[in-house]
């Protein structure tokens, strides 16, 4: 019986994924193997040493110290694409919204009073105020082609707009769902001079902190609206305003409200509503389910922020370790030498690395002694190990 701790409302179709049968599945729960979780702030929370596996039901992993989990060996999971087609819906309403200046207009028409004729007048002699434009033949820029970026391309290309992107990072299989009529640029500088629209699929890291600040705003072109559905911190919100008062910024629309931000005019924010659809927020639950229920049961790692990806089958009769460890040399001979004085014959074995960290899957003929797992975790760099039953 594997306990599972939710810290957040998580969707039920995620946790139907496990088994009553398997698992305990509490909001209070003593001793848990694993923590599910959505926005829940894990930083201050001191971390079960029973703690095998941690799952985010979204993409973003601020909420989480993974560092500190990668030192015990636990993976952090992620559900990375399951809430991009929410995204990418929400952020081409926001380009609408900036273009035409929909929140705006919205207050100006709710903002009417006396009988009917009367607000008629008034609304054909305040409408040219919220003139707009078109998006077909504008530019916009991308920074961040993964799962939502690249929706988001496809989508405004669909618009009849242009679309130029940034992403140093990109995969062989996030390229293959670009439309190949999306540009590529060699940095950020060259999407934000060519855009009149831009948008960023990033994570908040150190490098992608005030993306968007007073020096960069001063080279983009004059009237470009601004689309924030990532982190807050991508962009100098600051810089922002003062280049929204001095004209140069035509919109600002955003998922992150502020004092500075929210009478702001021509200024948008939302309440963090990226993925708040009934249908992301199921996808993020199976997805991140699925996948702390493989790790538990199977030892197999599917986007884990912080360990290589090891997915292998499990032949019926073979009996499965799993070790976490640092990733320096002759870590997996160390580990082959223990078992072989076991007597312990390996069927199977996958090792891979991702940066700092190791993750070793082996399929051995016999049942693993307490005291071989014993020993291993008694290797200088290994941080934890299992004997799957």
């Known amino acids: 019986m594997y306990k599972i701790l939710t810290l957040n409302n998580i969707a039920v179709a995620g946790l139907d994924r496990l088994p009553r049968q398997q698992y305990e599945v509490a909001s209070e729960i003593q001793h848990p193997d694993a923590i599910l979780l959505r926005s829940f702030k894990m930083h201050e929370m ?17 909420n989480i110290p ?28 926001a380009m609408l919204m900036g273009c035409r200046q929909l929140g705006a207009a919205w207050e ?3 903002g009417l009073s006396g009988d009917d004729a009367t607000i008629s007048r008034a609304v054909e002699a305040g409408k040219k105020q919220f003139r707009g434009f078109e998006l077909p033949g504008r530019t916009l820029g991308v920074i961040g082609l993964g799962a939502i970026g690249g929706r988001v391309a496809n989508a405004a290309l669909a618009l009849g707009m242009k679309v130029i992107g940034f992403d140093p990072g990109i ?78 910024v035509a919109a600002y629309v955003c998922d992150f409200p502020s004092n500075l931000l929210k009478d702001e005019p021509r200024v948008i924010t939302l309440p963090h509503l990226g993925a708040s659809t009934a ?5 993020c639950a199976v997805m991140v389910a699925d996948q702390v229920r ?12 912080n360990f290589p990806e090891v997915v292998t089958p499990r032949p019926a009769g073979t009996h499965r370790l799993t070790i976490a460890n640092a990733n320096v040399p002759n870590m997996v001979g160390q580990i082959s030498s223990l078992l072989a004085q076991a007597d312990l014959n390996i069927l199977d074995m996958v090792n891979r690395s991702k940066g700092e960290l190791a993750y070793s899957v082996v399929d051995v003929d016999k049942a693993i002694p307490d005291s071989v797992t014993a020993a291993i975790a008694a290797i200088s760099g290994v941080l934890a190990v299992r004997a799957i039953p």
């Not at 636990?74 to 929400?90: D, Y």
């Open 66 to 93: 993974v560092a500190a989990m990668s030192e015990r060996g636990i993976p952090v999971f992620n559900a990375p694409g399951a809430n991009a087609n929410a995204v990418k819906e929400l952020v081409i309403a």
């Open 279 to 283: 249908e992301a927020e199921d996808n």
């Open 108 to 110: 100006f028409a709710r």
């Open 171 to 248: 995969t062989v299989e996030g390229a293959w769902q670009l439309d190949a009529a999306v540009r590529q640029a060699s940095s950020v500088d060259e999407v934000l001079a060519a855009a009149d629209f831009v948008t960023f699929h990033v994570p908040l890291i150190d490098a992608t902190r005030n993306l968007i600040n007073t020096e960069r705003l001063a080279r983009m072109r004059d009237n470009v609206t601004i689309l924030n559905f990532a982190r807050n911190g991508i962009v100098d919100d600051e810089a922002v305003v003062a280049a929204l008062r001095s004209g140069k």
């Open 294 to 305: 493989d790790y538990l049961e199977n030892g197999n790692i599917r986007n884990a922020v």
């Open 46 to 62: 001191a971390i079960p040493s029973t703690l095998k596996a941690v799952g985010r039901a979204g993409a973003g992993v601020n």
